[in-house]
């Protein structure tokens, strides 16, 4: 059975009903429908908690895609916490400020990938700090200069919006794909982009804000060398 991922369409749903489908061998948690994000691209999973219709609470410490990515598996922090039966009703309540930060994160990395217009090797998500891997083959990159050009976009308060378009379009154009190490979210037939308006557009199965202005103020912190060509930039709040 397919987990129907609410975080999809909306990020900003933090709380839902769902039913147990069945629990994991080893004890993880597959509902019918998730407001949790599963890890995928650099961006961990989220935690919570899973309440029963008792008011028991089980601790989720984050969630991960199941095998065959259809089902997402939500991981109780305790491995001696009761599990729920199958066919039973639950709610699934985020950690929100966590998953916000997160979003925030996710959405200057996408700035900070306008300011350095370089193929993008790797990156990760956190809440107090993340980074993106560029291809740049010449150094001299400056911390400065790169954390004004991102408050400056954060400044303008540009919205942020998704669409989808089918695989098809986005294999038409291969300009979208920033990323060369984590490929977009493709194979359902449709992938979802991205948009800030006037400033980026690009395939991301990831969450983000829906302004700019929710992001605040941040900072490159750290520009490392990471092989010869490879540069790591760190980016957190300021």
């Given at each position: 059975?397919t987990?129907?991922?609410?975080?999809?369409?909306?990020?900003?749903?933090?709380?839902?009903?769902?039913?147990?489908?069945?629990?994991t061998?080893?004890?993880?948690?597959?509902?019918?429908?998730?407001?949790?994000?599963?890890?995928?691209?650099?961006q961990?999973?989220?935690?919570?908690?899973?309440?029963r219709?008792?008011?028991?609470?089980?601790?989720?410490?984050?969630?991960?895609?199941?095998?065959?990515?259809?089902?997402?598996?939500?991981?109780?922090?305790?491995?001696?916490?009761?599990?729920?039966e199958?066919?039973?009703?639950?709610?699934?309540?985020?950690?929100?400020?966590?998953?916000?930060?997160r979003?925030?994160?996710h959405?200057?990395?996408?700035?900070?990938?306008?300011?350095?217009?370089?193929?993008?090797?790797?990156?990760?998500?956190?809440?107090?700090?993340?980074?993106?891997?560029f291809?740049?083959?010449?150094?001299g990159?400056?911390?400065?200069?790169?954390t004004?050009?991102?408050?400056?976009?954060?400044?303008?308060?540009?919205?942020?919006?998704?669409?989808?378009?089918?695989?098809?379009?986005?294999?038409?154009?291969?300009?979208?794909?920033?990323?060369?190490s984590?490929?977009?979210?493709?194979?359902?037939?449709?992938?979802?982009?991205?948009?800030?308006?006037?400033?980026?557009?690009?395939?991301?199965g990831?969450?983000?804000?829906r302004?700019?202005?929710?992001?605040?103020p941040?900072?490159?912190t750290?520009?490392?060398?990471?092989?010869?060509?490879?540069?790591?930039?760190?980016?957190?709040?300021?």
């Open positions: 059975m987990t129907t991922l609410l975080f999809r369409d909306d990020a900003y749903l933090a709380e839902t009903p769902a039913t147990v489908v069945k629990v061998p080893e004890g993880g948690i597959v509902l019918d429908r998730t407001v949790f994000y599963a890890t995928a691209g650099g961990p999973g989220d935690r919570g908690v899973l309440v219709a008792d008011g028991a609470e089980i601790a989720i410490s984050t969630a991960v895609y199941g095998p065959d990515k259809a089902e997402v598996i939500h991981v109780p922090a305790s491995a001696d916490a009761e599990r729920p199958a066919g039973e009703g639950v709610t699934l309540r985020l950690d929100w400020p966590t998953r916000h930060k979003m925030r994160m959405t200057a990395l996408h700035l900070l990938s306008v300011a350095l217009p370089y193929p993008v090797t790797g990156g990760s998500i956190g809440e107090e700090e993340s980074r993106l891997d291809d740049i083959r010449e150094a990159l400056d911390k400065d200069e790169i004004a050009r991102v408050n400056e976009m954060i400044a303008t308060g540009a919205q942020v919006s998704e669409r989808w378009i089918s695989d098809e379009e986005l294999i038409a154009n291969p300009g979208l794909v920033k990323t060369m984590v490929k977009p979210p493709m194979g359902t037939g449709r992938v979802r982009l991205v948009e800030i308006a006037g400033l980026d557009l690009q395939p991301c990831g969450t983000h804000v302004s700019l202005a929710e992001i605040g941040v900072q490159v750290k520009i490392e060398k990471k092989g010869q060509q490879n540069r790591r930039v760190r980016l957190a709040w300021a």
